[in-house]
């Protein structure tokens, strides 16, 4: 490992790396806006420029190779002032218009501008005009006018989704970043991370346009549900001091956006465009309310009619769910007396259409907790045959299950969180909080455990599924 040194300081580096890459390594700051370390070297934006000692120029640290003994300066009366006319070039015709641009309060442009430049902008000519909201594709508009031609979103295309939707057209200030004629920017479900790699406000996401102040939001972790993969995310959601008064209450708990969180064991600093719709996931209409044969009971009472049913049962069934948590799955093993037979079924199957395993996230397995549930209970229902027909109590847990397959006569419990007519058919139905109201921990097909916590607070007439395994749980030979 050769030793080298940054303003001075001895750090030792991978051989492989380059200046920038050891910094970062080191906790050292080198502006960049074209870099990144999962893309290729582009050497665009030119703003990591640092200078080697003994030398009277600068050069770009994300294409300078290290070295034993090497000496850099990265903060250097040279490399200030063509850090300086960097940032007055990137600038000289971007529009300015942060008032009004998403990317408000999280553009390194922003942020560099300050830091290494800090002045109005030098020329008196009128900024060269470009397109404005230009469609690449259903989810993302461009502005190219902020656009600084750093090209990660073409990278991106070419390298990590490999659908070489983008590429850019003319040369010089013509220059234009475009999709590509014969390949939809669509038809690439890892499309909208070019919004989050773009380090200006130019590429901007059609669902989150003009929804909100990344200052009025704060990031919660989570994990994405939508696959056995179980990537780790950010669900950023309104700040309680910054909550809505006089309009709509709801908007106070609801998912603005989603984003990635870095996991170098499960996802890295991607994630699919299933994973930014988990707003259509959470947010559909609730059961609210728990029943008993169709009539509104109390919560106490649909709990207590469960375990009543439970206790009576001979040859009782459990469906277990795949969107169960580690810790509810735990819950619900320790609930349920040993004359129950358990099958693990799918909550969720894909969709028509929707893409099944690939060679970077995506899995065809549509639950993210399939392989905690197996651990626990080893058989899997097939979700076709109908039950065993002497089955004289069916425990459904969670979406997906058909109840025509539930045998004539038998009673059924029924735990779920979204509104489904069986919720006003069953024996007994007990609403259960959603992924976005606890905590909690999945277990991916690679058997890699994951976090994700609370967003926001649980409706009071909703359970914790572990709660209410906690609560049903009947011993045996003693009392309902």
């Known amino acids: 490992m050769p030793e080298i040194f940054i303003d001075g300081r001895a750090i030792r580096a991978e051989r492989s790396q380059t200046v920038i890459e050891a910094a970062v ?29 003994g030398r009277s120029w600068v050069e770009i640290a994300c294409n300078m190779p290290v070295s034993e003994g090497l000496r850099v300066l990265t903060d250097s009366d040279a490399v200030r002032a063509y850090r300086k006319s960097i940032m007055q070039l990137l600038t000289l015709n971007h529009p300015v ?52 031609l750093c090209s990660r979103c073409v990278r991106f295309t070419r390298e990590i989704s490999k659908s070489n939707a983008l590429g850019i057209t003319q040369r010089g200030d013509a220059s234009l970043v475009r999709a590509s004629e014969d390949r939809a920017l669509d038809a690439d479900p890892y499309s909208d991370n070019v919004v989050d790699l773009c380090p200006v406000g130019a590429l901007l996401s ?60 499960v996802n890295g600093p991607w994630i699919c465009n299933k ?29 207590a009619a469960a375990r009543r049913l439970i206790a009576d049962a001979r040859r009782p069934v459990a469906l277990v769910a795949t969107w169960g948590s580690n810790e509810e799955l735990a819950a619900l093993e320790r609930a349920l007396p ?33 392989a905690a549930a197996r651990a626990l209970f080893p058989h899997e229902d097939n979700g076709a045959r109908p039950l065993a027909a002497d089955a004289d109590l069916v425990l459904v847990w969670g979406e997906g299950f058909d109840f025509a397959r539930v045998p004539a006569g038998a009673k059924t419990i029924f735990l779920n969180a979204y509104q489904q007519p069986e919720t006003a058919r069953v024996d007994v139905f007990i609403p259960v909080s959603i992924q976005t109201e606890r905590s909690g921990h999945y277990t991916n097909f690679q058997g890699v455990v994951s976090a994700f916590s609370a967003c926001f607070p649980r409706p009071p007439t909703v359970a914790d599924a572990e709660t209410v395994f906690a609560a049903i749980a009947v011993k045996e030979g003693a009392p309902a």
């Open 25 to 53: 390594a080191n906790g050292i700051d080198i502006p960049y806006f074209c870099w990144h370390p999962k893309l290729s070297i582009a050497g665009n934006c030119r703003i990591c420029a640092v200078q080697v000692e």
């Open 97 to 148: 218009d942060c008032g009004i641009c998403d990317k408000a309060g999280e553009c390194t442009l922003q942020d560099y501008h300050y830091l290494y430049n800090g002045e109005p902008s030098l020329s008196r000519d009128p900024k060269v005009r470009s397109t404005k909201f230009h469609p690449l594709s259903e989810r993302i508009i461009l502005d190219n006018e902020r656009c600084i």
């Open 206 to 265: 059609r669902s989150f346009l003009y929804q909100a102040r990344v200052w009025y939001l704060k990031p919660t972790p989570s994990v994405c549900p939508g696959c056995a993969r179980g990537c780790t995310v950010e669900i950023w959601h309104r700040k309680a001091e910054w909550k809505l008064n006089s309009l709509d209450p709801c908007k106070n708990v609801r998912i603005e956006r989603v984003t990635p969180l870095e996991n170098a064991e």
């Open 275 to 303: 994973g930014r719709d988990l707003s259509r996931v959470f947010e559909r209409p609730r059961a609210l309310q728990a029943m008993e044969r169709g009539q509104t009971v109390d919560l106490d009472a649909a709990v």
């Open 338 to 370: 040993e004359r129950f037979t358990t099958l693990v079924k799918s909550d969720s199957l894909p969709q028509p259409g929707e893409r099944g395993d690939d060679d970077l996230l995506i899995r065809a397995d549509k639950n993210p907790n399939r």
